[in-house]
């Protein structure tokens, strides 16, 4: 599974879709109250976001095929109009996705193959983010690997505490298990995408240090949108 970059699955969806010939669907699906004709189009293989906006689209065709006052009908085929053109657009912005990733592909590559949950999740835990990078495509490749470290020690929320109900050990053990979980998965994901932003900014590949200790919020200690950005000199700056 690709985490940060499209999948062959839907690149190939998206080189299906034309987006002159979407629009024309998208203006016969309003005027016929129904999707069908979008039905040969690979929308819900062009990943989430596509495929989320094409779901709002059908729901809004269904509002608008129910409408039976004239009021209801005009509002509700403005509404399937307007979410229409979101479709069109989350299709444009995810071609413009998979060209920048084309280009990028040439200069970097972020693995986000080959990271995989730990066994039993711990509070001490760490992130490797492997790539490789070059300055030009005539130049060979220099690859690297950085180590995020992270301790989870988050500050009590005591109230919350006070309000659960007593629970088992059991199930006091699978809770603490999911919580740690949930932070190595979001530590996994901001690694990953500190990593490729950098590259993707145009910083140089060879000033990625080896390992990096993830800050944390100030006040709830957890981690945060800056937590792995190795490139600040400290939480603060």
């Known amino acids: 599974m690709s985490l940060i970059k499209l999948t062959t699955e839907e690149k190939t969806a998206l080189d299906a879709v034309d987006e002159a010939e979407l629009d024309k669907l998208i203006d016969g699906a309003v005027e016929s109250g129904r999707p069908d004709a979008l039905r040969h189009l690979p929308l819900w293989r062009c990943g989430p976001y596509v495929a989320n906006s094409l779901r709002n689209f059908e729901q809004a065709l269904s509002r608008f095929d129910a409408a039976k006052s004239w009021a209801k009908r005009e509002s509700t085929e403005q509404d399937a109009r307007r979410t229409g053109m979101k479709l069109l657009s989350a299709v444009s912005q995810m071609k413009h996705r998979r060209e920048q990733e084309e280009r990028e592909g040439r200069l970097f590559f972020v693995d986000d193959g080959m990271i995989f949950h730990p066994v039993r999740p711990a509070r001490t835990m760490s992130v490797t983010v492997r790539y490789r990078w070059r300055e030009s495509e005539a130049d060979p490749w220099t690859h690297g690997a950085i180590t995020f470290g992270y301790t989870h020690d988050p500050r009590p929320d005591y109230a919350r505490e006070a309000s659960k109900p007593k629970m088992s050990a059991a199930r006091k053990l699978r809770e603490e298990e999911e919580e740690l979980l949930h932070a190595w998965e979001r530590l996994r994901d901001s690694a990953l995408s500190s990593v490729h932003r950098f590259l993707s900014d145009g910083g140089d590949g060879g000033k990625i ?11 709830e200690r957890r981690l945060n949108n800056y937590s792995t950005d190795f490139w600040r000199a400290g939480p603060d700056a």
């Open 209 to 219: 240090p080896e390992t990096y200790a993830a800050t944390v919020d100030a006040y």
